[in-house]
């Protein structure tokens, strides 16, 4: 690599470095008609999770750059923010790693994962930031974050979300009587909404 007293590395050699010895990401969609439970790990990632039966079970994912820097970055650089995240399937979990380039910070790298999955799945997600929507029917859900924006509508039968600093908003479309939710912040602007009755 060679320096042209700019401060910063030849632009040609840096992708070749920043890939070298990692698998490539995944690409298209990964098939996910056998899996049960998601688990999400990492620094940050919008997430949007459904469980329509009429559309393919699969997940996808995309990076995008944000902040002052995304500009000349894209312009910059061949790899993205998601050559250093993985998602890889164990058995019935799927298991997603989001996490930036060696030489970004978090914030300013969006790593979205979209996922249409089997109704009943359980999910966790543990991160330091993170944007969450879900929609359809769900086993349990679980959040650990620094900070998030969580949004499920439809049903599930255990929710449990803890961050620092918490928006949320359930809205369940059904209850069956037995459901727990549980939510713990420090900072929290929350709202619960249920059908008729409930």
Same mark, same amino acid.
């Given at each position: ?9 030849? =632009?040609?050699?840096? *992708? ?5 010895? #990692?698998?490539? *990401? *995944?690409?298209?969609?990964?098939? =996910?008609?056998?899996?049960? !439970? ?14 329509? @039966?009429? @559309? *393919? ?12 820097? !995304? &500009?000349? +970055?894209?312009?910059?650089? +061949?790899?993205?923010? $998601? ?14 790693? !989001? $996490? ?6 978090? /914030? ?38 620094? !900070?998030?924006?969580?949004?499920? #509508? ?5 929710? $449990? ?6 928006? /949320?908003?359930?809205?369940?479309? $059904?209850?069956?009587? &037995? @459901? ?19």
């Amino acid at each position: 690599m060679h320096d042209h007293g700019l401060g910063r590395p030849d =632009v040609d050699a840096l *992708p070749l470095f920043a890939m070298a010895g #990692e698998p490539a *990401p *995944p690409t298209g969609n990964l098939d =996910v008609s056998g899996v049960t !439970a998601i688990r999400i790990v990492g620094e940050a990632s919008s997430i949007n999770l459904t469980t329509i @039966e009429s @559309e *393919p079970l699969t997940a996808t994912f995309s990076g995008q750059c944000t902040g002052w820097f !995304a &500009n000349w +970055y894209s312009s910059w650089f +061949y790899n993205d923010c $998601r050559t250093a995240s993985r998602m890889a399937i164990e058995g019935t979990t799927l298991t997603v790693e !989001a $996490r930036p380039s060696s030489w970004l910070e978090p /914030s300013d790298c969006r790593v979205e994962l979209k996922a249409n999955m089997k109704e009943g799945i359980s999910v966790a997600v543990e991160q330091a930031a993170s944007q969450v929507r879900l929609a359809g029917e769900f086993s349990t859900l679980v959040l650990n974050a620094k !900070a998030a924006a969580f949004t499920m #509508e439809g049903h599930a039968a255990s929710v $449990r979300l803890k961050s620092d600093a918490l928006r /949320s908003h359930l809205t369940f479309a $059904r209850t069956e009587k &037995n @459901e727990t939710i549980v939510i713990a912040a420090h900072s929290l602007d929350t709202s619960l909404a249920f059908p008729p009755g409930t």
